[in-house]
C-alpha cells in the first residue's frame, strides 16, 4: 500500500499556521519570564526598560511586518494545487520557511548560551513572541 500524504483543506493549513506561530510567540514570552527570576532586583529599571521595549517594538514588529507575512501566507495557501481539495498539512509555511526556522532556532540557541545578560534577552524574546503573537491574528481574520 502506498504512502499518501497528510492532507488538510486549506481552511486547516491557516488555522495549522495561526496555532504554531501563536504557540511559539507564546513560548518566548514564557521564556522571557522565566528569565526574570534572573535577573538580580537591583536591575529593575533596566529590566521595565528592556520588557517594555520588547513589547512596545514586538507589537509594532507583529502589525507591520508579521501581519504582512502572514496575508501573504494565505494567498500562497489559498493558490497551492488550485486542483485539490486538500493539501499536504506541511504546506502551512512555504519550504524556504523550514530553512529560515531553522536558523531562527540556531539564533536562539545561541542567545541561551550567549554571555549577553538575561536582562537584554528578556527584551529580545518579548519582541519576537509579542510579535508573532499579533501576527498570528492575521491569519485567524481569514
Known sequence: MPLR???????????????????????LIFRAALYLTEVDSDKTTLVLASGTFGILLGLLKGKYIFARLAKQNVQR???LSPHKKKICIFAFQAWQSY?????MIGLGM???VSPLPRVYLIGIY?????????????YLKR
Open 99 to 103: 530553512l529560515i526556522v531553522l536558523v
Open 110 to 112: 545561541a542567545l541561551r
Open 126 to 138: 518579548l519582541l519576537i513572541g509579542v510579535g508573532l503573537l499579533v501576527g498570528s491574528r492575521a
Open 77 to 79: 495557501i489559498d493558490q
Open 5 to 27: 500524504e497528510p492532507a488538510v483543506s486549506r481552511r486547516t493549513l491557516v488555522i495549522t499556521a495561526a496555532v504554531i506561530w501563536g504557540v511559539v510567540g507564546l513560548f
